[in-house]
Each structure stands twice: as C-alpha cells, then as structure tokens.
T-cell receptor
Framework: NAGVTQTPKFQVLKTGQSMTLQCAQD?????MSWYRQDPGMGLRLIHY???????DQGEVPNGYNVSRSTTEDFPLRLLSAAPSQTSVYFC?????????????FGQGTRLTVV | GQQVMQIPQYQHVQEGEDFTTYCNSS?????IQWYKQRPGGHPVFLIQ?????EVKKQKRLTFQFGEAKKNSSLHITATQTTDVGTYFC?????????????FGKGTMLLVSP
C-alpha cells in the first residue's frame, strides 16, 4: 500500500516554464488537496477536489491549475513559473464525509524557480 | 474565511522540559486534528478530537479540545530530542463541512540535549 505518491521530489524551473506535479493515491479517497509550504506561512491550500470531475480553489490558487479525471490522480499544473512559486508542495488525500478524515500527505516536491 | 492561529511560532527547550502549543480558530470547528512534521519530512497525523472538552493522551502528549470547540492545545511532558519538529493543528469548519482542512501556521519545536 503506497499511500500518496508525489513526483518529482525535486525540480528546478526557469521563469516562464510550465510543469506538472504528479500526485496519486491508492486508498480510494474522495478528497484530495494541494498545499504549498513556505517558511513561517504554514500549509496553504492551493486547490482541492471532493471527487472525480470536481475541483475548487483554495486560499492561493493563482498561477496553478488542477484537474481530477480519476479518483486516484490529482495533478497540479504550473502554467508559467515565477520565482514566487518557489516552495515545497504537498499533496494530501482524505476519505470523505463521515469516513476517515485524517489527511495522508505525500513526500513533497521541492520546487525552485530561477 | 476560516482562520486557524497557532502560538507560539517557535520554541526552544532543554530536554526534559515541558512544551505547549495553542491553537485558536475564528469559527466553531467540527473537529481538530494535530500533525507533526519532522525536519525535511511531510506532515503526519497524530490525533483527532471531536467532542467539546475532549482530552486525549498519547504517552507524553496530551491533547485538549476547548468547550466552545474553537481552541485546542497540545502539551508534551518531559520533551525528548525525538520530539523535534513542527506541530500543526488543523480543523474543519462546522458550517462548510469536511471539504477543506485549514491548517495553522505551526509551532516549531527545538529540543536541546
């Protein structure tokens, strides 16, 4: 049971480049989220999904896109990378309402935009 | 929107001293969760509190949920170097349901031997 798998673990981008951070979970969880973590800022929600085909914006969505075509996968796309997007990104999944609402996190992706 | 505040932001203790972090929400919470993140790692779930006034213990860790379900605390008795990390509280807003989990900024704990 792999849990939540994020790839890549590290990435360096040039300003203006685009890329996709991958996230997959094998726990059949309905809820998936993307957070970014910056020093002193805690975990800030970027986008989230409550099921396949359903996504919504979190606290800091600008510059990011998501889609949820399957229950397992929830990729995060950076459209045109900016230095302000240098951060550590975490994907998390949870069971839905009334189920296990404990969040399981991936190992994180450390992104540097130069 | 819902805000979850945590204090202190940082604490440095000597091994054997006690440690407490406090979490306050701007809205009533359905439940409160606590996570620990080791340096360089990812957040890992510790516990969930659901009932008003609930107290739970895990060895040297004591978790409390306030009577009004708007605040919580984590107390570590006799800290050890293995307790080093950042502790986050997170809550589901009572009115918005379980779709989003809002995290506090965390308290970074450093323990010197």
């Amino acid at each position: 049971n792999a849990g939540v798998t994020q790839t890549p673990k590290f990435q360096v981008l040039k300003t203006g480049q685009s890329m996709t951070l991958q996230c997959a979970q094998d726990m059949n969880h309905e809820y998936m989220s993307w957070y970014r973590q910056d020093p002193g800022m805690g975990l800030r929600l970027i986008h989230y999904s409550v099921g396949a085909g359903i996504t919504d914006q979190g606290e800091v969505p600008n510059g990011y896109n998501v889609s949820r075509s399957t229950t397992e996968d929830f990729p995060l796309r950076l459209l045109s990378a900016a230095p302000s997007q240098t951060s550590v990104y975490f994907c998390a999944s949870r069971g839905g309402w009334g189920k296990d609402t404990e969040a399981f996190f991936g190992q994180g992706t450390r992104l540097t935009v130069v | 929107g819902q805000q979850v505040m945590q204090i202190p932001q940082y604490q440095h203790v000597q091994e054997g001293e006690d440690f407490t972090t406090y979490c306050n929400s701007s809205t009533t919470l359905s439940n409160i969760q606590w996570y620990k993140q080791r340096p360089g790692g990812h957040p890992v779930f510790l516990i969930q509190l659901v009932k008003s006034g609930e107290v739970k213990k895990q060895k040297r860790l004591t978790f409390q949920f306030g009577e009004a379900k708007k605040n919580s605390s984590l107390h570590i008795t006799a800290t050890q170097t293995t307790d080093v990390g950042t502790y986050f509280c997170a809550g589901h807003d009572f009115h918005s349901g379980y779709s989003t989990l809002t995290f506090g900024k965390g308290t970074m704990l450093l323990v010197s031997p």
